[in-house]
């Protein structure tokens, strides 16, 4: 299977800068899988499409404000930190710019000294070990400090944080937010539970290799990156229960998806627990967990794309872009939505 085969044509103005005032108020393309058929909603509308005794999967990861940008001691030099991943309480493992400045030894300050980092290593792909040194609770610090890591094909400042977060945003972690759960509101939340939907919670911290283009003509010699997940019991039940009773598993996000996906056993139940997944779904992918998706129009060329391919059919989700297109829907992070079913 090819690379090219998931190219499609985007209109850079189609590439959606800004979020809406309103996060239920985006366009909801809904694809039948098994016909192609497509009709045109707003995403509120999706209730419609939601039966009693379904479940919905929401991951509730929280992104952390993980861009710092601070100046090299000794030279005043200036230095853009990426935390990518926590090795140790106080040790990262990060993306750093420009990395000729970061030698193992170089300290960057941030906030006027209010946070330190040392760099500790060089390690995979360039990217360094940093050794923070702060006073009070981490976090906190970089709430005070950091700025949302935003995808680099959004150019425009995000005045508000909390845009970039979901509603039901709770562990920290994620590089990225879990793009498809930003259309839902408490509201409209509250209105699908009332219904007899049930809402199951799946932890997973996206990481930025979820930017990373394929390389590879070939997409079975792409190497996935690894993220780290997490399921309750509770939740796990849940969705169980959800399938012993003929219920459809809905998963909001392709990262709540591939988390189900990773811990399910051939039957479709799936087991609590937590580790790490490099689950890599594309056509020809048994799905043995969702039924449906809820998710945003994704990159050309993308594992992300290979996934709801995986899902609905290359032919069909091709021709549903190339409407979306025509449509002027709006794509990425801060865009449109689509309901596959």
Known sequence: MNLHDFYFDLPKELIAQDPLEDRSGSKLLVLDKQTGQRQHRIFKDVIE????????????????????IGAKEGTGAKIEILL???????IWETLVKPGKKARPGARISFGDGILVGEVLDIVEEGNRLVRFEYEGIFEEVLDQLG?????????HQLKDKERYQTVYAKHNGSAAAPTAGLHFTKELLEQIREKGVKIANVTLHVGLGTFRPVKVENILEHHMHSEFYCIEEEDAEIINHTKRTGGRVISVGTTSTRTLESVANEDGMIRAGSGWTDIFIYPGYRFKV?????TNFHLPESTLLMLVSALAGREHI???YEEAVKERYRFFSFGDAMLIQ
């Open 318 to 320: 091709m021709e549903a």
């Open 84 to 90: 990518l991943k926590r090795k140790q309480d106080n």
């Open 290 to 294: 969702i039924d449906a998706l809820i």
């Open 147 to 155: 700025e949302m890591p935003l995808p680099p094909y959004i150019t």
């Open 49 to 68: 499409y939601l039966n009693p005794g379904d479940c919905l999967v929401i991951n509730n990861t929280r992104v952390l404000p993980a861009r710092l």
